[in-house]
């Protein structure tokens, strides 16, 4: 089958964009097919952003279906949880703690709640990008961590980093490493 | 070569390229900017004009097609409302070298105004439409479309989605065909001149064509049937990416036509609703395939009887839902804060509203760009927003009745696009408004093009002081990051003045210069 949906939820700056774009060619590189869906334009400037990639033997609808998602991919508390009907009964929701304040009072105390509630891994991201040498890399902690969810092996990512990103490359596939050894293979 | 990675804007540019377009010229717009990017990046010599605004962008393709010269045209959909005059003369007179117009509809309105549907303005010009389903498609559609548009001596629309334009899925290109840039210029009066005389015999032709393009589409390879020859119980006919949406369901038991050109194939769609029990008729915008199909039999199902909605883009679940298939998601986490999109931090343009706001007038006419972000909280300072260049229009019209200096403010590049025709009549007519223009020195929205403000090589700038000089108009530049009392100050000198009186908040979009850095 080797069929993973993906939905990854944030807000504008967080390389949400860059995530979908080397999971996706990971899977390429896999042998697989991908493809990947986001939206641009007014929605980027600070408001949510949501990319969405699918990868598999064929993929047909390059949208996610709620309800099927493989997993969440959360770089912001309260955009994940916004994203959390997406998620299949067998999925894994793979969230940063970070939380980017809304005009309105939520805390991140409560948005923690609700993620536990709903069952998310929680991931330090920040610290460990920071420990990895680069603040921004947040996403790429969150790819570390996914990566065990795959139908192929960590390698693949690390060269899609290599092909893809320029500036920070070796504080990227440590802050990939740190992410990854967060959780233990399934 | 193998496959690589494309969204549907870069896979048109690509397939453009390839079919040996001469020529791109395009107005920025969301979805369909990054094909003229594209072009402009893809280290070829297709030269590509940012034209002031799709009119001219649409002209200028049609006088290369004149000179028998590939041209590719790219707009958002409502674009091509300002573009449809052109347009819809262009199928009279028709084409020499192949005219291709990419327009990508917003179906959601991610950033949008409306949803406008392209393939009902491409059958009502009376000419030919592409639909691809995913970016393979775009790629083969865009080189198809330019050998019909030759062929048929006709533009041809590609109609595209947001969901197709930055969706991205694998490309396999196909051997280039190198561009004819001899420059033939043949003069026709009788085509190329719509005075009435030759007008009426254009459309008789033009409509005399319309059987030919009829033919083409029953014969497309873009248009599929598959017919189960077990069971005539049900059939799905789908176009564009709602196609993708069906196929990920289709379980093989019904039959399936996908489509992908308009006029539609009705010699197959006939033969289709003929075969099948029921028809759920699944397609992106618009009930067009259905309203073609809905009038002859009660047995069709989609958006006219309510089994999906009337409006926003189609998915994967309404599709699961229409086939009365398992659909059960997760409870969606309700009283969540909403998030709106604001202004990057530190933007000009949010002190400028700041001040704009304390000024207190009694109606602000906004325009199309980032600052119709000024709309949301805390900022909640425009009050109308319509379309490109409406801001001043709809000023004057308030002035006229009476209302106290109404504000119009638009951008730079907006200004250029469609505010220079009202403000020669708020000059004309003297009437009392106040018009911001914003000015950033780009196209900031959809990624910073250039606006003709803008100096470069082989271009020369075309100056906003010297524009409003002409016109007559008195205006005053300032500096939006001044201390808030400078600035309440200048807003307030220039709200007393009669008659019109411009302002220009002028400072380079924090966007760009953050870009160019990087």
Redesign the interface.
Known sequence: MNKVDIVIAG??GQGNLLLA?LI??AA?LAGL????????????????VQSLVKIGEQ?????????QADLLLGLEL??A??N????S?TGHAIVSRNFVP???P?SQPEMLA?AQQ?GFILISALDLAKQAGNAQSTNIVILGAASHFFPFGPELFQEALRKNVKRFLEENLKAFQLGREILPTP | MS?I?LSGDEAVAWGAIHAGCCISAAYPG??ASEIQETVARSGTNVPFYWSVNEKVAYEVCLGASYANQRALCSMKHIGLNVAMDPFINSTFTGVNGGLVLAVGDDPSM??SQNEQDSRILALFAKTFCLEPS?SQEAYEMARAAFELSESLHLPVLLRMV??IC?????VQFSPERPPNNTVRLEPDRKRWVVVPSHARMLHKALNEKQADLAAISEQSPFNQMRLNLKSRKRGIIASG?AY??A??HWDGDSSLLKIGTYPLPMKMIGEFLDYCEEILVVEEGEPLIEKSLARLSPKVHGKLDGTFPREWEM???LV?QGLKLP???????ID?????????AGCGYSKSFAALKRLGAPVVNGDIG?Y??AVF??LETIDTIVCMGASIGMALGLAYVGVKKPVAVLGDSTFFHAGLPPMVDAVHNQADLLILILDNETTA???GQPTPACAGEGVRSVSLEQVLGGFGVPFRIFNPYRPDAELDQIFREAYQQAGPFVLISRSECLTEVKRRKS
């Open positions: 807000v504008g774009k996706a060619e390429l097919e991908a493809k990947r869906s986001e939206i641009k334009g007014l929605a980027q400037r600070g408001g949510p993929v047909w609808s390059p949208l996610v279906e709620r309800g309260v955009e949880l916004r959390v009907q997406f998620l009964s809304t005009p309105l939520f609700r709903r | 496959k990675l969301t979805p991610y950033s995913d947001t969901r930055y969706g991205e899925g694998p990416i993708l949406h196929r990920q998915t994967p679940d699961a659909y059960s998601p997760p409870p969606a986490e969540l804060p909403q998030r709106f999109p604001g202004f990057c980032c119709s972000l909280p805390p929205m959809t990624g």
